[in-house]
């Protein structure tokens, strides 16, 4: 991988900026494994006057970045906010993105479902229904429900419910798309961290430990903060590496399977170009 050939492109609505043409902006996109969306934040420099009055609330924005001959997307969403400031001649644009469909935060529920009716095939009409794409779809339990199942109420919030609740599994939307899996499985696997593939050593790199719940003592206690404990790197900017997803890492201080739990991207033409990861040991 050519780690000192950057390139990204931001798409605004119908209107596509690269850095290879020479447009230069900023990067910041959060991601965590749980339903909770994304906020993605961009600063743009020195947009034309028509550009900067073409940008308009619920546009679509898509972030692709990498290096080149290896480019993906890190990010899907629509424009929530963004303000314009002029220091001189030079003009800065600042953009919050919501990875937010429309179908998902806005679209209300109502239909009941007969008697035995499972809990796969209720979220499947329900995706249908709506538009939404599916990236991944296995639920750890396909619940029946012998007297059927009325979902009525934000669409969001029922099928929150019934992945995560009834079924539990676990649900998040990435790249535009829903993905519903065993919590315990990466949603994709293999990919292997290195010093020679792009991990980052820093002395500010984390081990974090999760207080166990007063239910738990002994050995169970043990176990219980053994699970939660989580710990935090950085590498080089990688779209590969994203919520959910199972990471091999190989490193002198840190060596085994691991799920992602947390992270972001961060990106800037003359500075940062990191991804940051929080995880856990893989079950």
């Given at each position: 991988?050519?780690f000192?050939?950057?390139?990204?492109?931001?798409?605004?609505?119908p209107?596509?900026?690269?850095?290879?043409?020479g447009?230069?902006?900023?990067?910041?996109?959060p991601?965590?494994d749980?339903?909770?969306?994304?906020t993605a934040?961009?600063?743009?420099?020195n947009?034309?006057e028509?550009s900067?009055?073409?940008?308009?609330?619920?546009?679509?924005?898509?972030?692709?970045?990498?290096?080149?001959?290896?480019?993906?997307?890190?990010?899907?969403?629509?424009?929530?906010?963004?303000?314009?400031?002029?220091?001189?001649?030079?003009?800065?644009?600042?953009?919050?993105?919501?990875?937010?469909?429309?179908?998902?935060?806005?679209?209300?529920?109502?239909k009941?479902?007969g008697?035995?009716?499972?809990?796969?095939?209720?979220?499947?009409?329900?995706l249908n229904i709506?538009g939404?794409?599916?990236g991944?779809?296995?639920?750890?339990?396909?619940?029946?429900y012998?007297?059927?199942r009325?979902?009525?109420g934000?669409?969001?919030?029922?099928?929150?419910?019934?992945?995560?609740?009834?079924?539990?599994s676990r649900?998040l939307i990435?790249?535009?798309?829903v993905?519903i899996?065993?919590?315990?499985?990466?949603?994709?696997?293999?990919?292997?961290?290195t010093?020679?593939?792009?991990?980052l050593?820093?002395s500010?790199?984390?081990?974090t430990?999760?207080?166990?719940?007063q239910q738990t003592?002994?050995?169970?206690?043990?176990?219980?903060?053994?699970?939660?404990k989580?710990?935090?790197?950085?590498?080089?900017?990688?779209?590969?590496?994203g919520p959910?997803?199972?990471?091999?890492?190989?490193?002198?201080?840190?060596?085994?399977?691991f799920?992602?739990v947390s992270g972001?991207h961060?990106?800037?033409?003359?500075?940062?170009?990191?991804?940051e990861?929080?995880?856990?040991?893989?079950?």
């Amino acid at each position: 991988m050519a780690f000192f050939l950057r390139s990204a492109s931001l798409q605004i609505g119908p209107l596509k900026y690269s850095m290879d043409d020479g447009f230069y902006f900023d990067f910041d996109v959060p991601f965590y494994d749980s339903e909770q969306l994304t906020t993605a934040s961009f600063t743009v420099n020195n947009l034309s006057e028509t550009s900067r009055l073409g940008i308009r609330k619920d546009q679509v924005v898509i972030l692709n970045a990498g290096y080149e001959g290896d480019v993906g997307v890190l990010f899907v969403g629509q424009v929530a906010s963004c303000s314009h400031k002029q220091n001189g001649v030079e003009w800065q644009t600042k953009i919050t993105a919501a990875a937010a469909l429309d179908q998902w935060l806005n679209a209300q529920v109502n239909k009941t479902y007969g008697e035995g009716s499972k809990a796969g095939d209720v979220v499947r009409d329900l995706l249908n229904i709506f538009g939404l794409e599916v990236g991944v779809f296995r639920l750890v339990e396909d619940k029946t429900y012998p007297r059927g199942r009325i979902c009525s109420g934000k669409l969001k919030d029922i099928l929150t419910e019934i992945v995560v609740n009834e079924c539990g599994s676990r649900l998040l939307i990435r790249a535009n798309q829903v993905m519903i899996s065993d919590p315990a499985d990466g949603i994709t696997r293999g990919y292997l961290l290195t010093p020679e593939s792009g991990l980052l050593t820093h002395s500010d790199d984390l081990d974090t430990t999760g207080i166990a719940s007063q239910q738990t003592s002994g050995a169970s206690e043990e176990k219980k903060a053994q699970e939660e404990k989580t710990w935090k790197r950085k590498c080089l900017l990688n779209y590969h590496l994203g919520p959910g997803d199972q990471i091999q890492i190989q490193s002198r201080d840190l060596n085994g399977k691991f799920l992602i739990v947390s992270g972001r991207h961060k990106g800037s033409p003359t500075g940062a170009w990191t991804t940051e990861i929080e995880f856990k040991t893989a079950g």
